[in-house]
Each structure stands twice: as structure tokens, then as C-alpha cells.
């Protein structure tokens, strides 16, 4: 299994944390009529996604990802938001923690599909970016899972401080699974 380190250094992540309100670059005075909820004070959405990587075969004539990065994450600039009342509102600080969440659960979902992607191989090369296209699908449908589980400590400070100190966890431990923070 690949280390932590391995891992790090074959996925781009950016911004490399969410940091405060300046990495949202939509700051707006209303929630965006096409977004769902109108009581939303910030919205946080990262794309990730697997780089076409070079394949190489091994010595034992298998084919495996070989190049560097291998999983990217990127906020969505265009689809998150926070709304201006909220950067200074009385809440701000528990909803950039929220939001902060959101963002490191999408950074746990593309370690764990770098390390899965690293030690993929197969005999047919073609095969190979189907079981990388099978595994990208796989931990996309658990990441969701889990942000919408996630989203349920919104509004629940005991929650949301049990949910951060698992995330903060898995961020330095590849061992912890997307699917262990389901219930």
C-alpha cells in the first residue's frame, strides 16, 4: 500500500486547504436562484477528477498508472458561494468549519482513489482505464454518500465537532475509508 507521502505527492489539490472566506471567490448578496436551498449561507463544491496518467508495464507484465499527479481536486469556483452576510455574521467561523469539511471529505475521497489507482494493474492496458474508471465512479457515489451525511451536522455543534475530529484523522491516515464514516 502506498504511504501517505506517496499518495500526497501524485495528487494536486487546490486550493491546498480552505483556509477562510477569500477562497471563495463568489461572495455574493443572495443565494443563486439555481441553487436549491435559499436558507444556504455558503455553499462549498470540489471537482475530482483522474488524470489520464502514463501507463507503464511492470516486469511482471502488467500495466500500471505511472505519472505524476494522478488525482486532482479543485474547488469549484464557479458553483460555491458564501453569501456577504455571512463572512462577518455571528455564525461565520462554525460555517467556514462546515464548509472546511466538505472540502477535506473531497480530499480523503482523492487519496483514497490516488492509493487504489496506484496499486491498480492489469494484463490489458485498455482494461486498465476501465477499473480506473470503475474506481473514480465507485468513490464519487461513496464521497456523495457521505457529504450528505456530513451535511446532517450543519446545524449540530456536538455533531459537527465529532465529524471534524474524524476528519482531521483521516486526512493524516490513509487507513480510514471514505465508507467508515458511513453508518
Known amino acids: 500500500m502506498p504511504t501517505l507521502q506517496e499518495v500526497q505527492a501524485k495528487t494536486t489539490v487546490s486550493p491546498g486547504a480552505i483556509t477562510g472566506w477569500t477562497d471563495f471567490k463568489r461572495q455574493l448578496d443572495a443565494v443563486p436562484k439555481n441553487h436549491g436551498g ?3 449561507d455558503a455553499y462549498c463544491i ?3 477528477t483522474y488524470i489520464g496518467a502514463a501507463v507503464s508495464k511492470n ?3 502488467l500495466y500500471r ?3 505524476t499527479p ?3 481536486v479543485a474547488l469549484n469556483q464557479t458553483i460555491s458561494f458564501v453569501l456577504k452576510s455571512t463572512i462577518n455574521g455571528a455564525q461565520s467561523t462554525a460555517i467556514l468549519i462546515h464548509e472546511k469539511g466538505h472540502y477535506n471529505l473531497t480530499i480523503i475521497a482523492a487519496r483514497q482513489l490516488c492509493s487504489a489507482l496506484m496499486m491498480l494493474e492489469n494484463a490489458d492496458s485498455s482494461q486498465l482505464k476501465k477499473d480506473a474508471d470503475q474506481l473514480l465512479a465507485d468513490t464519487l457515489t461513496t464521497g456523495q454518500a457521505v457529504q450528505d451525511q456530513y451535511e446532517e451536522t450543519a ?3 456536538n455533531k459537527q465537532a465529532i465529524w471534524d475530529g474524524k476528519i482531521q484523522t483521516a486526512l493524516s491516515d490513509l487507513s480510514v475509508k471514505l465508507n467508515s464514516f458511513l453508518p
Do not use: R
Request: negative net charge.
Open 38 to 40: 435559499s436558507d444556504t
Open 46 to 48: 470540489a471537482d475530482l
Open 59 to 61: 516486469l511482471d507484465g
Open 65 to 67: 498508472f505511472s505519472g
Open 70 to 72: 494522478i488525482v486532482k
Open 155 to 157: 446545524n449540530d455543534a
